[in-house]
């Protein structure tokens, strides 16, 4: 930390423990006589509080940013009084007087300007306490770890009650240093021993440490605490505050944890808000907030802000659900139930013996939505609200997506696919209001406890209940209260009140985390409709359309196209449990039109083909269209599917999370591209998957690879065989990602594209190859590496399955190695025998890679959604390590 | 261009020289050996010898340094007079005859401490730190040689990794001796990473430094054919060429690294001459990575490997396969 920071300030005191004439010496840090020297004019002053039991240290990195001549900011990080290396003043000070210090020491520096506060820990609450009290001069609000409000349902935090019970209070926190060490504690990763020291460093000595036992006793733990009405002021004080605000968070926090960010975010709905999945309460340490918060301040106009402004806009828009342009999701399932197929199956459910276990008509379905959308909004459930989905694709999920949509509460959707703790991390970072969900999930939220309110599918007895801490059940709240009058035919049926703008959030999906945390995906009702309206148009699903939804993600869209829709009978979260005769009993319950199924459920379908009877592969050659989504599909099980489908077209297209469908291609297709790239013809033809050209409204293009694997530009092309991160403009991208503002701007940073995070490229008729993930590049001291090329050619040898290509090494001159799972699969995991390394090394050079070294694994680890996405971040550790000379093990 | 190459009697010392033969360069060759080095005019005599280095360096252009004493074991005072005074006494006749180039030849593990290196440039030279006393000895001599570069005594370091090819006693024939006696195991899996030189690569780069002093002098560099692979697999392909069984066992490395140790103590205690069948540097070399940052070097040296590892040995397996020439006039 550079010296020239530290300073020491007298500042005549005005709080109340102070006798009037009383001037206490402040320690803090200050780079503006550093920047004056420079001759920088700073934008403005960040003003830092630390919390308890740290100081002014902890936003040195905030200090180095701001003397950056790129962007001078005076950064003023002081030592709250009896804190850090400020004086001592043996007296307890409260909330209240702690801001009033503040202001006196801004007052006693002259610190005039615009203003942004940073707040951590207590000190959050401290720090917006003054940017309250000086409205005039403030331009917003950057917090870390806080909180400002202890939410009356919950109890707070037990490492906080334990600091606080009298039989440890004055020995944990002022007789011996067990407080100061158990906060060093939560950096994660450890701190190392000088930063450790350097926090330590005030506070050696139990008569050095009095500030931080009252300040641990000034908690306001309930509403009689002498400092509860100054924490509340703060706390109410921040609905009117509409200054820009950035919320940065480590979710790994014992005590400030998720539902204190949520706390914040309904107080100041206008922040972005970035939460550092693994990090934890010191924030600080564990990750680099100054890029953030620098990068924050660039967009920040301080002038403009620091005027009182005019109330922000509501994040909920307010245009009617009339406006002609936007019809919402649920609008074909209205034309449906009211229309002549009223009575005719809506949706339903296969049972294990090939019958139909459940089935609604769309007048039931409608009338089922309507009424659990009134029983929701009886319970509380309004716009906004976010409520957690944790139930089966089918006829319960059908019914409580829409009944929500229509309220215009906000549908988390995180699937067991993600695994346990992938799942668990999920629903933290969404922080649900509710959760509805079969006993399972309702379990799991339980021992992982979860945030929200819980409801159940079923009714449950008494005891069950209170175990699982279930309020109520769909089926209580789906019956109808009061009897209603049935809708006269033509009129549109009557709408549960509140409902949220066209622009307002609808959903929350999740990535499948292959390339880190599974990421909260937000789309608003316009981005869904968008969805379906591509979906039908590309794919000319119409009401009348008949569709087996062995795809998750697709059996919510069946009613919104106004088709008949059919849960199979399958494991959903596991694709590769559908069988060829559960597929056929599915569609004969139907007479199917269209097939929605993963690649891995389909490669189970065509291996359980002998199952199938006469009457199963009659009905299944009515099936008119087949669809296969999630990931690649290699040409020959496709060509196994059109035994099973010989009248269907079938199509792969390519999307993701963030944006479903991107790209449709068939059968056909892929063969004329392959055709063609191997009789040389077809320029930018190969290496990768072809999949085909944009979707209807939807455009493409790729910021093109520079040699060290990034795609730093700002120029989107479209010339064929250019090789770049693919980008997509469409209606139906999504809108933001939740709660990871870094993340999203890294997404939107060009205007008007979403980048994809893929790299591929266009070949000469338009068509786009995908190569693979840009996290996933090689960079190779040749140039850059894109894996799918490779992989093709490796996964073409006789004894592949499935081979991935990674790098080891440091970026720019990764030795490339390529990681191979064998028919019949290797006992362990190592080498390869150098024959097979060579014949391998040997199929990737006709694809212009050059291999290092062949690894054999008896199972490549793959995602639980898809079966099918390899866990390079994994495989690629494990490869270094094993290359480095370390024990194979399993990756 | 006349060119002074030390230490030619060894495989890489007499590929240099024979390079600079046939591009046309005056080629002296100085060591106790004859080098065997048709057209270069063949000094004979020890590199500590200051007579014998004085005549050698006079009216040279350059000098290429590669005499030094090679060994996993032997006294520590034999690889300091060799390797730390010859080289010094080499530089002062050099300089005292004002020789403008000199290339020391050197090698990476004058900079590695026995870790895995995965990727690395060329870091300095590190006595203090290196394993056996081959290592530091190099490495105090490259020392000495890099801090003697000037403007007008310009040189370079080159440390060519793991040179092998046909002929090649350093690596090749003792794979082959153990591998066919059965004494050579794999460490671990096999699987750490490694690159090596194929000899007329190493030759080339060292020659192209040469051609390259305004850019590399003062520096060194690390040459490799930039073809990683796991060691398991390298032996494996040297047993083939060699037509020996490649190795079917393997110990763990953290057992070979300690058994070497002792058994080095014991061999040197022992008094033994020949080379001891395992040894720490040996076991490190065989069960951690080692490869390396190549851009660096082929930028400054404007030089590429014209020999694949695979063509490498290809070329290794003609020289053994039986009734080659090569191999009858041994």
């Known amino acids: 930390m550079d010296p020239e920071w530290s300073r020491e300030v007298q500042v005549p005191s005005t709080s109340a423990p102070d006798a009037p004439g009383t001037a206490r010496r402040w320690h803090i840090l200050d780079n503006g006589p550093q920047l004056a020297a420079k001759g920088l004019a700073p934008a403005g002053t960040l003003l830092c509080v630390h919390g308890n039991p740290t100081w002014s240290y902890l936003w040195r990195t905030l200090l180095a940013a701001g003397s950056d001549p790129a962007h001078p900011w005076r950064v003023v990080a002081v030592d709250q009084l009896d804190m850090g290396y400020s004086e001592r003043t043996g007296t307890f000070r409260r909330l209240a007087d702690r801001i009033n210090d503040l202001g006196d020491l801004t007052a006693a520096l002259g610190l005039d300007g615009p203003v942004?506060?940073?707040?951590?820990?207590?000190?959050?609450?401290?720090?917006?306490?003054?940017?309250?009290?000086?409205?005039?001069?403030?331009?917003?609000?950057?917090?870390?770890?806080?909180?400002?409000?202890?939410?009356?349902?919950?109890?707070?935090?037990?490492?906080?009650?334990?600091?606080?019970?009298?039989?440890?209070?004055?020995?944990?926190?002022?007789?011996?240093?067990?407080f100061l060490r158990v906060t060093h504690s939560l950096a994660h990763p450890p701190l190392p021993a000088d930063i450790r020291a350097a926090y330590m460093a005030p506070y050696r000595g139990a008569a050095r440490r009095f500030g931080v036992g009252n300040f641990v006793a000034d908690i306001p733990v309930d509403g009689t605490h002498p400092s509860f009405p100054a924490l509340t002021g703060v706390a109410e004080g921040l609905r009117g505050?509409?200054?820009?605000?950035?919320?940065?968070?480590?979710?790994?926090?014992?005590?400030?944890?998720?539902?204190?960010?949520?706390?914040?975010?309904?107080?100041?709905?206008?922040?972005?808000?970035?939460?550092?999945?693994?990090?934890?309460?010191?924030?600080?340490?564990?990750r680099d907030i100054a890029s953030p918060i620098f990068q924050w301040l660039a967009a920040l106009d301080p002038a403009a802000a620091a005027r009182p402004a005019p109330a922000a806009e509501p994040a909920t828009g307010a245009e009617p659900w009339g406006a002609a342009d936007f019809r919402p999701l649920w609008s074909l399932l209205d034309e449906q139930a009211a229309g002549p197929a009223g009575t005719g199956m809506a949706v339903a459910e296969m049972a294990a013996d090939g019958s139909t276990s459940r089935q609604l008509?769309?007048?039931?379905?409608?009338?089922?939505?309507?009424?659990?959308?009134?029983?929701?909004?009886?319970?509380?459930?309004?716009?906004?609200?976010?409520?957690?989905?944790?139930?089966?694709?089918?006829?319960?999920?059908?019914?409580?997506?829409?009944?929500?949509?229509?309220?215009?509460?906000?549908?988390?959707?995180?699937?067991?696919?993600?695994?346990?703790?992938?799942?668990?991390?999920?629903?933290?970072?969404?922080?649900?209001?509710?959760?509805?969900?079969?006993?399972?999930?309702?379990?799991?939220?339980?021992?992982?406890?979860?945030?929200?309110?819980?409801?159940?599918?079923?009714?449950?007895?008494?005891?069950?209940?209170?175990?699982?801490?279930?309020?109520?059940?769909?089926?209580?709240?789906?019956?109808?209260?009061?009897?209603?009058?049935?809708?006269?035919?033509?009129?549109?049926?009557?709408?549960?009140?509140?409902?949220?703008?066209?622009?307002?959030?609808?959903?929350?999906?999740?990535?499948?985390?292959?390339?880190?945390?599974?990421?909260?995906?937000?789309?608003?009702?316009?981005?869904?409709?968008?969805?379906r309206d591509t979906v039908a148009s590309t794919f000319g699903i119409r009401p009348g359309s008949r569709l087996v939804a062995g795809f998750a993600p697709f059996a919510l869209l069946g009613p919104a196209l106004g088709a008949v829709s059919v849960t199979p009978d399958m494991d959903v979260t596991a694709p590769r449990t559908l069988t060829a005769g559960a597929l056929a009993a599915a569609a004969a319950a139907i007479d199917a039109t269209v097939v929605f199924a993963s690649p891995a459920a389909l490669r189970n379908v065509v291996d359980t083909?002998?199952?199938?009877?006469?009457?199963?592969?009659?009905?299944?050659?009515?099936?008119?269209?087949?669809?296969?989504?999630?990931?690649?599909?290699?040409?020959?099980?496709?060509?196994?599917?059109?035994?099973?489908?010989?009248?269907?077209?079938?199509?792969?297209?390519?999307?993701?999370?963030?944006?479903?469908?991107?790209?449709?291609?068939?059968?056909?297709?892929?063969?004329?591209?392959?055709?063609?790239?191997?009789?040389?013809?077809?320029?930018?033809?190969?290496?990768?998957?072809?999949?085909?050209?944009?979707?209807?409204?939807?455009?493409?293009?790729?910021?093109?690879?520079?040699?060290?694997?990034?795609?730093?530009?700002?120029?989107?092309?479209?010339?064929?065989?250019?090789?770049?991160?693919?980008?997509?403009?469409?209606?139906?991208?999504?809108?933001?990602?939740?709660?990871?503002?870094?993340?999203?701007?890294?997404?939107?940073?060009?205007?008007?594209?979403?980048?994809?995070?893929?790299?591929?490229?266009?070949?000469?008729?338009?068509?786009?190859?995908?190569?693979?993930?840009?996290?996933?590049?090689v960079t190779a001291p040749g140039?850059?590496?894109?894996?799918?090329?490779?992989?093709?050619?490796?996964?073409?040898?006789?004894?592949?399955?499935?081979?991935?290509?990674?790098?080891?090494?440091?970026?720019?001159?990764?030795?490339?190695?390529?990681?191979?799972?064998?028919?019949?699969?290797?006992?362990?995991?190592?080498?390869?025998?150098?024959?097979?390394?060579?014949?391998?090394?040997?199929?990737?050079?006709?694809?212009?890679?050059?291999?290092?070294?062949?690894?054999?694994?008896?199972?490549?680890?793959?995602?639980?959604?898809?079966?099918?996405?390899?866990d390079r971040t994994r495989l690629s550790r494990w490869a270094s390590r094993v290359l480095a000379g370390g024990r194979p093990g399993t990756p | 261009m006349r060119v002074l190459v030390t230490g030619a009697s060894g495989m890489l010392g007499g590929a240099v020289a024979r390079l600079l033969v046939d591009r046309g360069h005056s080629v002296t060759?100085?060591?106790?050996?004859?080098?065997?080095?048709?057209?270069?005019?063949?000094?004979?005599?020890?590199?500590?010898?200051?007579?014998?280095?004085?005549?050698?360096?006079?009216?040279?252009?350059?000098?290429?340094?590669?005499?030094?004493?090679?060994?996993?074991?032997?006294?520590?005072?034999?690889?300091?007079?060799?390797?730390?005074?010859?080289?010094?006494?080499?530089?002062?006749?050099?300089?005292?005859?004002?020789?403008?180039?000199?290339?020391?030849?050197?090698?990476?593990?004058?900079?590695n401490s026995g870790a895995a290196l995965v990727g690395l440039g060329a870091g300095p030279a590190d006595p203090a730190r290196a394993h056996g006393d081959y290592a530091r000895t190099k490495g105090e001599a490259e020392l000495l040689a890099l801090a003697a570069d000037s403007l007008d005594f310009r040189v370079a370091a080159v440390r060519p990794h793991v040179v092998w090819g046909p002929g090649d006693t350093q690596l090749v024939e003792r794979v082959l001796a153990r591998a066919a006696r059965r004494r050579l195991p794999l460490l671990d899996s096999g699987a750490a990473l490694i690159d090596t030189t194929y000899v007329d690569n190493a030759a080339a780069a060292i020659a192209a430094a040469l051609d390259r002093m305004d850019r590399v002098h003062?520096?060194?560099?690390?040459?490799?054919?930039?073809?990683?692979?796991?060691?398991?697999?390298?032996?494996?392909?040297?047993?083939?060429?060699?037509?020996?069984?490649?190795?079917?066992?393997?110990?763990?490395?953290?057992?070979?690294?300690?058994?070497?140790?002792?058994?080095?103590?014991?061999?040197?205690?022992?008094?033994?001459?020949?080379?001891?069948?395992?040894?720490?540097?040996?076991?490190?070399?065989?069960?951690?990575?080692?490869?390396?940052?190549?851009?660096?070097?082929?930028?400054?040296?404007d030089w590429t490997p014209a020999v694949s590892l695979d063509e490498g040995l290809e070329r290794l397996a003609a020289y053994y396969s039986p009734g080659s020439a090569s191999l009858s006039n041994q």
């Not at chain 1, 209606?731 to 997404?747: E, F, G």
């Not at chain 1, 391998?840 to 199972?859: D, K």
Request: a neutral charge.
């Open chain 1, 609 to 777: 083909r002998d199952g199938l009877d006469e009457a199963g592969l009659k009905v299944l050659a009515r099936v008119e269209l087949l669809l296969s989504a999630g990931a690649p599909v290699p040409e020959p099980l496709l060509a196994a599917v059109q035994q099973l489908v010989p009248a269907a077209s079938l199509r792969t297209p390519y999307g993701m999370t963030e944006a479903l469908p991107v790209t449709d291609i068939s059968l056909e297709q892929i063969r004329g591209a392959d055709a063609e790239t191997a009789a040389g013809n077809l320029q930018g033809g190969g290496n990768g998957v072809c999949v085909g050209k944009p979707v209807h409204g939807a455009r493409l293009a790729v910021i093109p690879l520079e040699a060290d694997g990034t795609a730093p530009g700002t120029v989107p092309v479209t010339d064929p065989g250019v090789t770049g991160e693919i980008l997509v403009s469409a209606p139906h991208v999504k809108d933001s990602y939740d709660r990871l503002w870094l993340t999203q701007q890294a997404s939107a940073g060009l205007p008007g594209w979403h980048r994809t995070g893929d790299v591929g490229h266009f070949d000469a008729a338009g068509r786009l190859w995908v190569e693979g993930r840009l996290a996933h590049v």
């Open chain 1, 361 to 531: 008509s769309w007048q039931q379905l409608d009338r089922k939505i309507l009424d659990l959308a009134a029983g929701l909004a009886a319970a509380g459930v309004g716009p906004g609200s976010r409520v957690s989905l944790m139930v089966p694709p089918g006829v319960d999920l059908t019914v409580a997506l829409y009944a929500c949509l229509r309220l215009g509460a906000v549908v988390v959707v995180a699937d067991a696919g993600l695994g346990t703790a992938g799942l668990s991390r999920a629903v933290r970072g969404a922080t649900p209001d509710v959760i509805i969900g079969i006993d399972r999930a309702l379990a799991a939220a339980s021992v992982l406890g979860w945030p929200g309110r819980r409801i159940s599918v079923r009714d449950l007895p008494a005891a069950r209940r209170r175990i699982l801490g279930v309020e109520t059940s769909l089926d209580t709240l789906g019956r109808p209260v009061t009897a209603r009058p049935e809708p006269h035919p033509g009129q549109a049926p009557d709408k549960p009140a509140g409902q949220a703008g066209p622009d307002a959030p609808a959903a929350v999906l999740f990535t499948s985390g292959s390339t880190g945390p599974a990421k909260g995906v937000v789309y608003t009702h316009r981005q869904l409709a968008a969805m």
């Open chain 1, 783 to 870: 140039g850059p590496v894109t894996p799918v090329g490779a992989e093709q050619a490796i996964e073409r040898l006789e004894d592949i399955r499935l081979a991935a290509v990674t790098g080891v090494g440091p970026a720019g001159t990764q030795a490339v190695v390529a990681v191979v799972e064998t028919v019949p699969p290797a006992r362990r995991a190592g080498p390869a025998a150098p024959a097979l390394a060579g014949s391998v090394r040997a199929a990737a050079r006709t694809a212009g890679v050059e291999i290092s070294a062949v690894l054999v694994v008896p199972a490549q680890p793959t995602d639980i959604r898809h079966n099918a996405k390899i």
């Open chain 1, 116 to 178: 942004v506060t940073v707040g951590h820990d207590w000190g959050g609450a401290i720090s917006l306490g003054w940017a309250l009290a000086h409205r005039d001069q403030l331009s917003g609000v950057v917090l870390t770890n806080t909180a400002v409000h202890q939410p009356a349902a919950s109890k707070i935090p037990p490492a906080l009650r334990l600091a606080l019970h009298p039989a440890v209070h004055q020995w944990g926190t002022v007789t011996s240093d067990s």
């Open chain 2, 218 to 301: 003062g520096s060194a560099v690390v040459v490799t054919n930039g073809e990683p692979r796991p060691v398991g697999e390298l032996i494996a392909g040297i047993c083939a060429a060699g037509g020996v069984p490649a190795p079917s066992w393997a110990v763990p490395g953290a057992v070979a690294r300690g058994a070497g140790a002792v058994v080095e103590k014991l061999w040197l205690w022992a008094g033994r001459q020949e080379e001891p069948p395992m040894t720490r540097f040996l076991a490190e070399q065989l069960s951690t990575a080692h490869w390396f940052d190549q851009r660096r070097t082929r930028e400054l040296l």
């Open chain 2, 29 to 111: 060759t100085l060591q106790r050996r004859p080098s065997g080095v048709d057209g270069a005019t063949d000094l004979r005599g020890s590199i500590t010898d200051a007579e014998v280095l004085k005549d050698a360096v006079r009216g040279q252009d350059g000098i290429i340094h590669l005499a030094a004493k090679v060994s996993f074991t032997g006294r520590a005072a034999d690889f300091d007079n060799v390797n730390i005074e010859g080289t010094r006494r080499l530089l002062a006749a050099a300089r005292a005859a004002s020789v403008p180039d000199f290339v020391f030849v050197s090698s990476p593990s004058v900079a």
């Open chain 1, 241 to 286: 505050l509409d200054v820009p605000a950035l919320m940065l968070w480590g979710p790994r926090d014992p005590i400030f944890s998720d539902r204190y960010l949520k706390d914040l975010v309904e107080r100041l709905p206008h922040a972005q808000v970035h939460r550092f999945e693994g990090a934890g309460h010191l924030v600080a340490e564990d």
